[in-house]
């Protein structure tokens, strides 16, 4: 997540430039046809060009409207996560009346945030993270979790025959849970937390249970492909048509001009084209890098610092000093 007060118009600038040049280059196409080859044939009816315009902006609109809703729905569930494990600490300190057994209650709900936080930074097809302009951005940035394994970080919270059983599952995250809720049962069974303490900690695992689920549903469910495939044909056909559009609109301007632009000012085409179709393509470009908020993406929710911020709160309510810094921004992104 970008912590800045903006993005500076220079990274905008670069992190667009691929589709600046194939637009600058497209627009001086049908200038050069016009202007030098004779095909005047060539302009394209402004009428068709506005609407293809119009739907391209509606249909760019409702992706960008969905995928913000996407980002804002994932800031949510992890907020929930956040009280959640706020709760779960408060909890495993104060219901068993054995420090270790606290401290172990806790330990596991951190390997649990590590094994989800883990799952979910897993690269999906769909996924923009790939695509030059991101991959290319990510210079500025760092990923904790392609850094470090998860074999290498679980040692720190959970015993050796745990850790092994975690490991040993596709759903790693699910097994932490697993073995919290048969650790409780223990408990309870063997009378070191009552009734109402036992159903109280069943409520907190399940509510645990259900935001993982909300989670795990925007990482493994895409913004649908169909409206995806249409907003990136809609951009493009826009763009291939518009510099069209504007052939006989400049063309028309030489007869109120003189000097040097008298005849010149179909060039004009180029500069309005690639600003106008720019403004498209890079609303297109943001949807795409927005709709996936655990990717590992600039603009992603950033999980690795709430864990982070998690584990040094419940490892304070235990009466432990975690002395690991907190991941700083690099460049106003941290993830």
């Given amino acids: 997540m970008h912590l800045g007060k903006s993005y500076r118009f220079s990274e905008f600038l670069i ?14 196409v049908p200038v050069v046809l016009f202007r030098f080859v004779g095909w005047t044939w060539l302009s394209v009816p402004m009428t068709v060009v506005a609407l293809l315009g119009t739907a391209a902006s509606f249909i760019v609109g409702f992706k960008n409207v969905q995928t913000y809703n996407r980002a804002m729905e994932a800031e949510v569930v992890w907020t929930s996560i956040l009280s959640a494990s706020r709760l779960w600490g408060f909890i495993a300190r104060d219901f068993p009346q054995d420090v270790a057994i606290s401290k172990t209650l806790i330990d596991r709900h951190l390997a649990w945030l590590t094994a989800l936080r883990y799952e979910l ?3 999906r097809v769909w996924e923009s993270m790939n695509r030059s302009f991101n991959a290319e951005y990510q210079r500025f940035y760092r990923i904790p979790e392609r850094e470090i394994s998860l074999e290498a ?5 959970l015993a050796g025959d745990e850790r092994v059983q975690v490991l040993a599952c596709a759903n790693r995250a699910t097994k932490v849970l697993s073995l919290q809720c048969a650790a409780i049962a223990r408990l309870y069974a063997s009378g070191q937390i ?12 399940r ?11 925007l990482k493994n469910f895409p913004y649908p492909r169909q409206y995806a495939t249409v907003n990136t044909l809609f951009v493009r056909f826009f763009c291939l048509f518009f510099p069209f559009g504007l052939l006989q609109e400049f063309n028309k301007l030489n007869d109120g001009v003189t ?19 720019w403004m498209y393509t890079s609303l297109e470009q943001v949807g795409s890098s927005t709709e996936n908020p655990f990717e590992g993406g600039a603009n ?33 992104v941290v993830l």
Avoid at 19 to 28: C, F, K, S, T
Avoid at 262 to 275: C, D, E, Q, R
Wanted: aromatic share 10%; with cysteine.
């Fill in 259 to 277: 000097g040097f632009m008298h005849g010149n000012m179909i060039w004009l085409v180029v500069p309005f084209s690639v600003m106008v179709s």
């Fill in 15 to 28: 992190w667009t430039r691929r589709q600046i040049y194939g637009l600058a280059l497209w627009a001086v």
């Fill in 194 to 205: 009552g009734s109402n303490f036992y159903m109280e900690m069943e409520r907190v695992l």
């Fill in 207 to 217: 509510d645990l249970i259900d935001l993982q689920a909300k989670a795990e549903r």
């Fill in 153 to 157: 970080l679980l040692p720190e919270y």
């Fill in 121 to 123: 930074r897993q690269p």
């Fill in 300 to 332: 992603d929710v950033p999980i690795s610092l709430l864990c982070r911020t998690v584990e040094r709160e419940l490892k304070e309510i235990i009466g432990e000093v975690d002395h690991a810094p907190v991941p700083e921004s690099e460049a106003f």
